[in-house]
């Protein structure tokens, strides 16, 4: 009777699988168990002649390797094409010694540099400076900047849309457009919001190059939606709210589950709390029993809703005695002051919409009067990095018949977009507007190089040939502000630096406000938004993506779990198409299995 051992590191693979694919994986181990050997396939390329794939479904396959006695170990279940990559790369010898064989692209080439072509209307566009063709605007998205709307409106688009840019001439036009209006009163009459404080020193200067008149720019106040929040309550309290951050918050959390004893975990609690109660702003328990909780996919009877709210409550009303506060609540309380006071903007641009809390667009609606050109909404759900999800029209703002799609990149080549659209698996995104969001239509039109996928034998190794790839793009000509390297936590990017200051390479943070001859380093939460020619992204393996504390703060709440590992397929493809030109990825040992596995890395030039 044939026999199937279980790989040690397989269960916890087993467990991030979606209901469906871990039953039929079952089906298909209990098939070969039966007996139907012809299960088993053979692996052409494999370095191991031993290695089989087993068939799970149509689209899936589990990677087989021999083990003792005559058996088989199933190693791991990935996508077809995933497990056929992964079983080409595999050695085995037991159950529990599996090797990968590196298959590293050939060391860097002379100095090469990477080139991206487009047609004939980027042509010269592409030859500008990279300062200047951060601010450059596709000729077909003229009509929507200029466009006058009856309301709010919306415009999303995948990577390298122009989204950004459409952002910054949006407020560019609406501030020339008021000071025709209002030429006596030159007061902050646009807002230009985002999510992060380096994303808003980044608009900044640009909105400077944009509009050097000095009324004109005097006109749009840029600055993230945090700040906005905690200066609302400031200057209504006089006395500024202290934040506390989500690692904070979910530590507490997760001591306030085990002294109430509930059989949730803290990273539920602190979930239910910020994206249902806080997210609809319940204030009563008979709100809380009948309210909707969407995208929450752990259901709630009645009774366990009751205990679950005292948990809640009981825990907010000690960080109210503390003085601390959620950026959410911040947000909240800032929204009714302003409600009180009366909006302040005639106008409110919103860029990364998609992170932002329903508690921060309950500001941004109390921020401008309901009206023509009011709310200029952009951003792309499947960017969204953070689980924060909104409604926009249960807020009281209305984007229906005023939503713009735009399925053109032009700042991301088609190759890098080839690469990275696999990461994010085959989630739905859900965008702000209700309606599900499809990439589908999606495409660039620019052509570059292939990304290059390094594995490396140790974190020596790694960061050696970071370093020559790094080398290479100096060399080629590439202005080293316009290269970013990024890493999943700052132990990786720390290491990164002290091997690029070997180098004789300058590095400054991604969030330096002015460093024009250094590459920027950072970790792949602050490539966020930003834009470069050439970026590498470093560390991509088993257990630094998704993080192993990621992973335990689930505390095995499969809701949890599965939010976790979307925002980490998220967050990796946010990271690597910040790339217009060329994209290095790398890992060490086992890659990540949010990687999409390349057989055959190119190399660059």
Not at 401 to 422: C, F, K, T
Not at 508 to 519: F, G, I, Q, S, T
Request: hydrophobic share 40%; charged share 25%.
């Amino acid at each position: 009777m044939p026999k199937l051992a279980i790989s040690p590191t397989f269960l916890s693979d087993f467990s991030r699988l979606d209901t469906g694919i871990r039953t039929a994986a079952l089906a298909a181990v209990q098939g070969y168990l039966s007996g139907d050997g012809d299960r088993l396939e053979s692996v052409s390329g494999s370095p191991d002649p031993g290695v089989r794939l087993l068939r799970v479904g149509t689209d899936w396959a589990g990677v087989v390797t021999p083990a003792d006695g005559g058996a088989y170990c199933l190693v791991t279940v990935r996508p077809t094409a995933e497990a056929l990559a992964y079983a080409r790369r595999l050695r085995s010898t037991t159950a529990d010694r599996i090797e990968l064989v590196e298959t590293a692209p050939a060391p860097p080439p002379a100095a090469a540099a990477p080139v991206v072509t487009g047609p004939d209307e980027l042509a010269s566009d592409l030859g500008k400076s990279f300062d200047d063709w951060q601010i450059t605007l596709h000729p077909n998205q003229h009509r929507i900047v200029d466009a006058r709307f009856a309301g709010s409106a919306q415009v999303t688009g995948g990577p390298g849309t122009g989204k950004t840019v459409l952002a910054l001439h949006r407020a560019a036009h609406l501030a020339t457009r008021d000071a025709a209006r209002h030429p006596g009163d030159p007061r902050h009459a646009i807002l230009l919001t985002t999510f992060n404080r380096l994303l808003a020193q980044t608009l900044s200067g640009q909105l400077d190059r944009l509009l050097p008149d000095p009324d004109l720019r005097r006109r749009v106040e840029v600055v993230t939606i945090d700040s906005l929040a905690r200066g609302v309550v400031y200057e209504h309290t006089g006395a500024a709210p202290e934040a506390i951050g989500r690692d904070a918050l979910g530590e507490r959390w997760r001591e306030a589950a085990w002294a109430e004893g509930v059989p949730y975990s803290g990273r539920f609690l602190a979930d239910e709390w910020e994206q249902v109660i806080l997210a609809q702003n319940i204030t009563r328990l008979p709100d809380y029993i009948r309210c909707e909780r969407s995208g929450r996919v752990l259901h709630l009877a009645p009774e366990h809703r009751a205990h679950v709210w005292e948990t809640i409550q009981r825990y907010a009303a000690a960080l109210r005695v503390c003085g601390e506060w959620s950026y959410p609540q911040i947000a909240l309380e800032a929204a009714r002051l302003m409600a009180e006071s009366g909006p302040r903007f005639r106008h409110v641009i919103v860029d990364e919409a998609q992170d932002l809390h329903p508690a921060q667009w309950r500001l941004l609606r109390a921020a401008v009067p309901e009206g023509p050109d009011d709310l200029f909404i952009v951003g792309d759900p499947h960017q969204r990095i953070y689980d924060n999800r909104v409604s926009l029209a249960s807020l009281g703002i209305n984007v229906r018949g005023r939503s713009h799609r735009l399925r053109i990149s032009y700042r991301v080549s088609q190759e890098i977009l080839d690469w990275a659209m696999p990461v994010l698996g085959r989630h739905t995104a859900i965008g702000m507007d209700d309606n599900a969001d499809t990439l589908v239509g999606y495409r660039s039109l620019l052509h570059g190089p292939e990304p290059v996928v390094r594995g490396c034998t140790s974190r020596d190794d790694e960061r050696a040939a970071l370093g020559e790839w790094v080398r290479v793009w100096l060399e080629a000509g590439v202005s080293p502000s316009s290269i970013a390297v990024a890493g999943r936590n700052q132990w990786v990017v720390r290491g990164l630096a002290k091997e690029l200051t070997a180098r004789g390479v300058p590095t400054a943070p991604l969030d330096a406000a002015d460093a024009p001859r250094a590459v920027r380093l950072g970790t792949m939460h602050k490539l966020k938004g930003q834009e470069f020619r050439c970026v590498a992204v470093v560390g991509l393996g088993e257990p630094l993506l998704p993080p192993k504390a990621a992973i335990d703060s689930a505390e095995g709440d499969p809701v949890a779990l599965e939010q976790i590992y979307q925002q980490e397929r998220n967050l990796l493809f946010v990271a690597c198409t910040r790339a217009r030109d060329a994209l290095y990825a790398s890992y060490v040992g086992t890659p990540s299995r949010l990687l999409p596995h390349v057989e055959q890395p190119a190399r660059m030039g």
